[in-house]
């Protein structure tokens, strides 16, 4: 076997555990975050609104979209029209299924947002609506969407890479801002949405096997 297929799964491990690190990390600033870093009218702004976009899964399927129509348009050589359906496939697989691993994580982890008990952990009962997940915030389903599209359009377009990440950075920050997540939901939908963008950019590269 090649060495760069044996060195493959220990790179997802280290990327799981220095993911797992970064949420461990940041679970020790969510108490300070939640009380010093806030402004509840965020969503009341323009600013603020449109950042929250960047975590809508509508939004990036409307771009995939516009993305595979690019490239079937007239004139277009055939290795661009593979590539631009490449594109469009990567990115609503990303932040489709990033968004539903978040939804069973959030199943899994049952953690209520901040404002159940003023910044302090709650954690709802199997016993209490054990398939909604409604009320919880870990990991953000927002931040999710945010990264994963971000790490697909970075991907594909590397020149504007610092425009998307700072748009995701962006919209966890407004998550924060609003008091709707903890430091460590944010950041763990970050990790989620960046390794599943990264783990299916293989499945939807042309001639892939």
Same mark, same amino acid.
């Given at each position: !076997?090649?060495?760069?297929?044996?060195?493959? #799964? !220990?790179?997802?491990?280290?990327?799981?555990? +220095?993911?797992?690190?970064?949420? /461990?990390?940041? =679970?020790?600033? $969510?108490?300070?975050?939640?009380?010093?870093? =806030?402004?509840?009218?965020?969503? $009341?702004? $323009?600013?603020?609104?449109?950042?929250?976009? !960047?975590?809508?899964? *509508?939004?990036? +399927?409307?771009?995939?979209?516009?993305?595979?129509?690019?490239?079937?348009? =007239?004139?277009?050589?055939?290795?661009?029209? +593979?590539?631009?359906?490449?594109? /469009?496939?990567?990115?609503?697989?990303?932040?489709?299924? +990033?968004?539903?691993?978040?939804?069973?994580?959030?199943?899994?982890?049952?953690?209520?947002? *901040?404002?159940?008990?003023?910044?302090?952990?709650?954690?709802?009962?199997?016993? $209490?609506?054990?398939? =909604?997940?409604?009320?919880?915030? !870990? #990991?953000?389903?927002?931040?999710?969407?945010?990264? /994963?599209? /971000?790490?697909?359009?970075?991907?594909?377009?590397?020149?504007?890479?610092?425009?998307?990440?700072?748009?995701?950075?962006?919209?966890?920050?407004?998550?924060?801002?609003?008091?709707?997540?903890?430091?460590?939901?944010?950041?763990?939908?970050?990790?989620?949405?960046?390794?599943?963008?990264?783990?299916?950019?293989?499945?939807?590269?042309?001639?892939?096997?």
């Amino acid at each position: !076997m090649p060495e760069r297929l044996r060195a493959a #799964p !220990m790179r997802w491990v280290a990327a799981i555990v +220095a993911s797992l690190a970064c949420v /461990a990390l940041a =679970s020790l600033g $969510d108490v300070w975050t939640y009380h010093h870093v =806030s402004l509840p009218r965020v969503y $009341d702004t $323009d600013w603020g609104r449109a950042l929250r976009t !960047m975590g809508y899964w *509508p939004l990036w +399927a409307i771009v995939a979209f516009a993305i595979w129509r690019h490239g079937e348009g =007239s004139g277009q050589q055939p290795d661009r029209r +593979a590539r631009s359906r490449w594109q /469009a496939a990567w990115l609503v697989g990303a932040v489709t299924v +990033a968004g539903i691993a978040a939804e069973l994580l959030k199943l899994l982890i049952r953690r209520e947002r *901040p404002g159940a008990d003023s910044g302090l952990y709650v954690f709802r009962a199997w016993t $209490d609506r054990p398939f =909604s997940t409604s009320g919880f915030g !870990m #990991p953000s389903s927002h931040a999710v969407e945010a990264f /994963a599209a /971000a790490t697909v359009l970075a991907g594909c377009f590397p020149e504007t890479a610092v425009v998307w990440y700072g748009l995701a950075i962006g919209c966890a920050v407004t998550r924060l801002l609003s008091g709707a997540h903890f430091l460590s939901d944010v950041v763990a939908g970050a990790a989620l949405g960046l390794l599943v963008a990264h783990a299916l950019r293989r499945a939807f590269r042309p001639g892939a096997s």
